[in-house]
């Protein structure tokens, strides 16, 4: 048992260099397995319409894949996920810094921070779908909305400790603005723009749902909706895994290559 | 690419800064500087040397223009590439960039991809380029940070307590490198230092400055060949020094 957890730790180092992957994805999928297994039993135990056994989700997610639906859905999904991430770490990333580079705007804006920070994001999209009518614009833009201040208060943090002898050594060689934004201030804000990203695409998600449910024709969400007024939750399962599915791939195939990319320089295993 | 070129004109280095204050946490009023004036002669080893504290880090953060809360004026020297290169107390190099990196960016954008291999090999970073700081010994990170600085060409060099928390080896070895690409790549340099020695072994001449305010003491001129100090010239001149400035002692 113990020699089992020192060699995960050690596995799991190997993985942050860059090294073995094997090991730590047969651990991933005998975990799903078990999973998969403690779920077939227990839906073998209670049989229930409204509680299908794996084996059922998988032919209906089949089926839904075979006549293009389900990819159509999950596309449509994921674009407005990109786009409303795209906004959201953008717009709160320059903002962010701002505030945490300006004392003065920084307590003038705060409050109107906690306000954002603190609105539903059912009200956000009830309110854009109102004012802006249902559209693409109106649905992208709430759930942006929704994170932006997450996105805002993360990146302050990071302005706040940007390291000002960094600052000085640009000024005395004269690095452009765009040397600047390139080598002094994005590498020392990247840690706590992985932060943001990371809680970000989870939340974005989640409210891209709603967004689709409340007022698209597209999109995992409506379908959710759909399968919902007929009672289908092997259908709805389908939909929410693959798409959680499709989440896991991008986070491991994008995301943590691109973050072991760019904190290559740290020696050794941080 | 000449790399030996001599930076520019004969304009000296001229500083006069009537008065630099500061203001602490709970509002005293408190002078760092009042009536510092000095020159340094075109292509001139200076050293500004005085007790800790008494402004001389201050000094160079003014000319180096991090520092624009003063009245005074100063003039920096012209010519060759126009522009000022400093090593600071700590290396200050980018972690997230190789050492080749670091002192490339702090050329200009079209001298970027300049020749640097006589640069790196005088100062012995050849096999260290690649390298990222955090992989450099302290001593290593310092050649690095004397590599940006003389990269540039610059005008005029500043230098504020550039061997400060090495071991006594590495600093003594660190000196004569710097001597050896001073002397390649000639400029005008103001070095900052509160080590007597250290000042009496690099500088032409040395400016001592009195403790808070800051102002200037005496000009000391070491007038020796810098391949004749050795340690016994070194404490000749030590006694010289004790002998002009016993208030300095």
Redesign the interface.
């Known amino acids: 048992m113990r020699a089992g957890f020192v060699s995960a730790g050690a596995r799991a180092r190997a993985l942050a260099r860059g090294g073995g992957i094997v090991w730590p994805a047969a651990t991933v999928l005998a975990s799903l397995l078990g999973l998969c297994l403690v779920w077939s039993l227990a839906a073998g135990l209670w049989p229930s319409r409204a509680f299908p056994p794996p084996l059922e989700v998988w032919r209906v997610l089949l089926k839904e894949a075979g006549s293009g639906d389900l990819g159509f859905h999950l596309a449509m999904t994921l674009s407005r996920v990109a786009a409303a991430y795209v906004v959201a770490m953008s717009i709160g990333s320059v903002i962010g810094v701002l505030l945490g580079t300006h004392r003065r705007a920084d307590s003038f804006f705060n409050p109107w921070l906690v306000l954002f920070l603190n609105l539903p994001a059912l009200v956000v999209i009830v309110l854009a779908y109102i004012w802006f009518g249902l559209t693409e614009a109106a649905a992208v833009g709430a759930v942006a909305i929704n994170k932006i201040p997450n996105v805002v208060v993360t990146m302050r943090e990071g302005a706040r400790a940007l390291d000002p002898r960094f600052a000085e050594m640009a000024t005395v060689y004269r690095l452009g603005p765009i040397d600047y934004l390139r080598h002094i201030l994005m590498p020392q804000l990247q840690p706590y723009f992985a932060a943001a990203s990371r809680s970000g695409i989870a939340l974005i998600w989640k409210i891209v749902l709603v967004v689709e449910l409340l007022g698209r024709s597209s999109g995992v969400g409506f379908q959710i909706y759909l399968y919902f007024q007929i009672f289908d939750v092997a259908a709805i399962l389908a939909y929410t895994l693959a798409f959680v599915a499709i989440m896991l791939l991008i986070e491991l195939l994008l995301v943590q290559p691109l973050e072991r990319y760019t904190t290559r320089w740290r020696r050794g295993s941080a | 690419m000449n790399d030996t070129q001599p930076a520019g004109a004969a304009a000296p280095l001229k500083v006069d800064i009537t008065e630099k204050t500061f203001r602490s946490a709970t509002g005293v009023k408190i002078v760092a500087l009042r009536g510092l004036s000095f020159e340094v002669g075109q292509g001139e080893f200076a050293c500004l040397l005085g007790p800790s504290g008494c402004g001389k880090t201050t000094t160079l953060r003014i000319l ?3 520092d624009r809360q003063f009245s005074g004026s100063y003039q920096l020297p012209e010519g060759g590439s126009n ?4 090593v ?1 107390q ?1 290396p ?1 190099l ?4 190789t050492v080749e990196q670091n002192v490339r ?2 050329l ?2 079209n001298f970027r991809d300049k020749d640097l291999d006589g640069l790196f090999e005088i100062l012995g970073l050849s096999a260290m380029r690649s390298l ?1 700081p ?2 450099l010994s302290l001593g290593l990170a310092r050649r690095a940070a004397l590599a ?1 600085a003389f990269a ?1 060409e610059p005008a005029i060099l500043l230098l504020d307590e550039p061997f400060a928390s090495l071991d006594e080896r590495t600093a003594e070895s660190l000196r004569r490198l710097l001597i050896r690409v001073w002397a390649a790549r000639p400029t005008t340099v103001l070095m900052v230092t509160h080590n007597l020695r250290e000042a009496l072994l690099l500088a032409d001449r040395i400016i001592v400055l009195a403790p808070r305010p800051a102002q200037v003491l005496g000009v000391f001129d070491v007038g020796l060949s810098r391949d004749l100090r050795d340690k016994t010239a070194l404490d000749r001149l030590v006694l010289d020094f004790h002998e002009r400035f016993p208030e300095s002692a």
């Open positions: 180096l223009g991090l522009r000022v290169a400093a600071f700590e200050v980018l972690p997230w960039r960016l702090a200009p954008r990222y955090s992989e940006r540039t």
